[in-house]
């Protein structure tokens, strides 16, 4: 597809927090949009109740909704003591994604990972996606994050599927259930005066509306690489891509 052309979108884990502002964003620049998830949370936005572990669920809706780019983000919340769970959702349900979206002949996915596959419980500083996964990951979520990315990237350019991965850190903004949540309840049950370490850690925050539009911009940036053998014959735009 050339890169003038509107992709029609569904964003699987539409009715969570970030899912959501990824769906405002793109409808309020005029794209179609659809939502595939577990639980319904939309009037107005047309929506597919579905588990992304199974994969005929996908298929399906994007058959009907003729989805030409997937924005992948639902996942189960970190923190859960089941690592079955995030094996099935992330590792199994994000596999099944990627086989719906290359069987129904979809051209793009970007899929919402995380800054955590490469934390192992020590300090990261400067660091890029050079950083290799942690030999002994953080826990199950981090691990079948980690895992997922993997497969998501491992598509990449199979079946004429484009992928891509994006690894936020903490997401902070309107219609967050977790991060204030729990922040509020430290305050509710006075435990505000525990310290653990020496006050001076540091942690990548980032706004919710950030982070849905990096998810936009790469879903518009993913594209055929250019190939060519004579690069005297590249237009300053092919140039621009390649170099
Ligand atoms: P969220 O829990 O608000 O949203 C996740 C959505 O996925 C929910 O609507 C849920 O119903 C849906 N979902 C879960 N299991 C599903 C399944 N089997 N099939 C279909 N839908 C399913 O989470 P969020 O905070 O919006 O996080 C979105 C993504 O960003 C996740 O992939 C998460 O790992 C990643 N992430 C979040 C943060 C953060 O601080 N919130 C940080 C880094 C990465």
């Known amino acids: 597809m050339s890169s003038s052309k509107k992709d029609i979108f569904m964003v ?6 970030l899912g959501r502002h990824i769906v405002q964003q793109l409808l309020d620049r005029g794209d179609i949009v659809s939502v595939f998830d577990i639980v319904q949370r939309y009037s107005d936005v047309p929506f597919y109740s579905g588990d ?25 919340p970190a923190g ?20 719906a979206a290359q069987s129904v002949g979809v051209r793009k996915l970007v899929f919402t990972s995380s800054a955590g596959v490469v934390f192992n419980g ?9 950083l290799p996964f942690p030999d002994k990951p953080m826990d199950a979520y981090n691990e079948s994050k980690a895992k997922a990315e993997e497969a998501v990237l491992a598509a990449n350019g199979v079946n004429g599927l484009l992928t891509v991965a994006l690894r936020p850190a903490g997401i902070f903004g309107p219609g967050d259930r977790q991060v204030m949540a729990g922040l509020y309840q430290v305050y509710e049950r006075g435990q505000t005066h525990f310290q653990i370490g020496d006050n001076n850690n ?39 891509i390649i170099s």
């Open 52 to 76: 992304i572990s199974e994969e005929e669920q996908v298929a399906a809706a994007l058959r009907k909704c003729g989805a030409t780019c997937i924005i992948h983000t639902a996942s189960p």
């Open 202 to 240: 540091l942690f990548d925050w980032t706004y919710v509306g950030n982070v849905a539009y990096a998810h936009l911009l790469a879903a518009d940036k993913l594209q055929e690489p250019v190939v060519a053998t004579d690069c005297s014959k590249l237009s300053p735009q092919e140039e621009a």
């Open 12 to 17: 699987i884990g539409g009715s969570g927090f």
């Open 80 to 99: 859960l003591s089941d690592p079955a769970l995030y094996w099935k959702v992330n590792v199994d349900g994000t596999k099944a994604v990627i086989a």
């Open 122 to 130: 020590t300090d990261n500083i400067d660091i890029d996606e050079r």
